[in-house]
């Protein structure tokens, strides 16, 4: 019963350097989201997918890269990565029930 | 655009109290659904409650309900009898259902301290 997979659950970063966030799901949800939360600002979408194949941006999606090859995972990556984005990563899915599947974060730090 | 405010930063309730939590939605669309999530220390997101907004009641689950005022466009979250592992953040959040696209967005977060 594993529902959102996200992995690394750390990850610590030069600046510079580049990642790749996975988020799996196994509830064959048509809906995937990326977000990020820094102390104060609650949750603020990144780029979010409505099927496989399919991405689109968020509120904040500068400096991030999706991509959704198979309907389970969502693949957030990070080409050059900046202090700015030190945070916490939650991916998200859902199906057509309203209710959001959360996975338990990524805590990234870039030095 | 939708917009989520919670203007409560922090709150404090006494062991065994009802606790009322703000949050109050900007949307100019007539069908969209209201949410509350709780965040504990650990990290985790847990769905709390929902409401849409063609809900003739007020939504219940448990400890948890939702004081949905349409008009005044506030959906704040009511938990009673609280307990200390109520201390947690909590968000409120909304999707437009006009579109079958629209994300969930959150506010800000409200922090809860339940004194023992």
């Known amino acids: 019963n594993a529902g959102v997979t996200q992995t690394p659950k750390f990850r610590v970063l030069k600046t510079g350097q580049s990642m790749t966030l996975l988020c799996a799901q196994d509830?064959?949800?048509?809906?995937m989201y990326w977000y990020r939360q820094d102390p104060g600002m609650g949750l603020r979408l990144i780029h979010y997918?409505?099927?496989?194949?399919?991405?689109a941006k968020g509120e904040v999606p500068d400096g991030y890269n999706v991509s959704r090859l198979k309907k389970q995972n969502f693949l957030l990556g990070l080409e050059s990565a900046a202090p700015s984005q030190t945070s916490v990563y939650f991916c998200?899915?859902?199906?057509?029930?309203?209710?959001?599947?959360f996975g338990s974060g990524t805590q990234l730090s870039v030095l | 655009a939708q917009k989520i405010t919670q203007t409560q930063p922090g709150m404090f309730v006494q062991e065994k109290e009802a606790v009322t939590l703000d949050c109050t939605y900007d949307?100019?669309?007539?069908?969209?659904?209201l949410f509350w999530y709780k965040q504990p220390s650990s990290g985790e997101m847990i769905f709390l409650i929902y409401?849409?907004?063609?809900?003739?009641q007020n939504a219940t689950e448990g400890r948890y309900s939702l004081n949905f005022q349409k008009a005044r466009k506030s959906a704040n979250l009511v938990i009673s009898a609280s307990q200390l592992g109520d201390s947690a953040m909590y968000f409120c959040?909304?999707?437009?259902?006009?579109?079958?696209?629209?994300?969930?967005?959150f506010g800000k977060g409200t922090r809860l301290s339940v004194i023992a």
């Open positions: 998200a899915s859902r199906d057509y029930d309203e209710k959001l599947f």
């Open positions: 997918s409505v099927g496989e194949g399919t991405t």
């Open positions: 959040a909304m999707r437009s259902f006009i579109t079958g696209n629209t994300p969930l967005v």
């Open positions: 949307t100019s669309d007539p069908s969209y659904g």
């Open positions: 409401q849409g907004s063609y809900d003739q």
């Open positions: 509830m064959n949800h048509e809906y």
